[in-house]
C-alpha cells in the first residue's frame, strides 16, 4: 500500500522568510506521480504541481520550488520569501495502486502559518 | 472555464437521517472521485468514476454510502441512516481518463452530524 509521511504538523514562520515542507513516500511502483495541493482557510484543495518520478530535474515555479530525490523518496517543497497568502494546509499526496484504483492517498498534510 | 462544484456547501442533519451530496465536474472530465476529510487529516479517498461505471470502492465505503453518476456527468453520494462519526469535510474532484491526470478539487461538502 502507499504511504505518504509529512512529518512537519505545524510550521510557523516570519514572512519573507524561506520555509521548506518535507514529504516521504513508500511505494512499491516503479514508476509514478507525486503531487502537491494547497488548501486554504476556505477549504478547497488547489492543484499545484505534479511530477512524475521519472523525472528528478528539481522544478520551480515562481518563489516555490520543488526537490525530488528518487534515492531518499523524499519530495519536499519550498516557498522563497514566504507572503501571509501563503498560510494554509499543504498536501502530498500520491496515486494508489494495484486493482486499477487511480484515488490519490495524501499525507496528514503541513499546516504553515506566516507571521506579518 | 468551470471548475468544480458541490452542493451544498454545509449541510447539517440529525443522526439517523438520510442526506445526499451533488458533484458537478469539469465537463471535459469523465473520471470523478470523492474523498472523505476529517479535521486534521488528510483526504480519504471513497469511490471513482469513470463516466457512469464506479471502477472501485475503498474499505472507508460502508454500507450506508451509496454514490451513482448515472449519465456520466454529474454525481450523487448519498449517506443513509448518519451517524456522528460521519460528520467530516466531502471532497469531489474530476480528472482525464488516464488515472495519472491532475484531479481538480471542488470546494467541498462540510457534514456535520448531530
Known amino acids: 500500500a502507499q504511504k505518504v509521511t509529512q512529518a512537519q504538523t505545524e510550521i510557523s514562520v516570519v514572512e519573507k522568510e524561506d520555509v521548506t515542507l518535507d514529504c516521504v513516500y513508500e511505494t512499491r511502483d516503479t514508476t509514478y506521480y507525486l503531487f502537491w495541493y494547497k488548501q486554504p482557510p476556505s477549504g478547497e484543495l488547489v492543484f499545484l504541481i505534479r511530477r512524475n518520478s521519472f523525472d528528478e530535474q528539481n522544478e520551480i515555479s515562481g518563489r516555490y520550488s520543488w526537490n525530488f530525490q528518487k534515492s531518499t523518496s523524499s519530495f519536499n517543497f519550498t516557498i522563497t520569501a514566504s507572503q501571509v497568502v501563503d498560510s494554509a494546509v499543504y498536501f502530498c499526496?500520491?496515486?494508489?495502486?494495484?486493482?486499477?484504483?487511480?484515488?490519490?492517498?495524501f499525507g496528514k498534510g503541513t499546516h504553515l502559518i506566516i507571521q506579518p | 472555464d468551470t471548475g468544480v462544484s458541490q452542493d451544498p456547501r454545509h449541510k447539517i442533519t440529525k443522526r439517523g437521517q438520510n442526506v445526499t451530496f451533488r458533484c458537478d465536474p469539469i465537463?471535459?472530465?469523465?473520471?470523478l472521485y470523492w474523498y472523505r476529510q476529517t479535521l486534521g487529516q488528510g483526504p480519504e479517498f471513497l469511490t471513482y468514476f469513470q463516466n457512469e461505471a464506479q471502477l472501485e470502492k475503498s474499505r472507508l465505503l460502508s454500507d450506508r454510502f451509496s454514490a451513482e453518476r448515472p449519465k456520466g456527468s454529474f454525481s450523487t453520494l448519498e449517506i443513509q441512516r448518519t451517524e456522528q462519526g460521519d460528520s467530516a469535510m466531502y471532497l469531489c474532484a474530476s480528472s482525464f481518463t488516464s488515472g495519472k491526470e491532475t484531479q481538480y478539487f471542488g470546494p467541498g461538502t462540510r457534514l456535520l452530524v448531530l
Open positions: 465537463s471535459e472530465h469523465n473520471r
Open positions: 499526496a500520491l496515486p494508489n495502486s494495484g486493482g486499477g484504483a487511480d484515488g490519490l492517498t
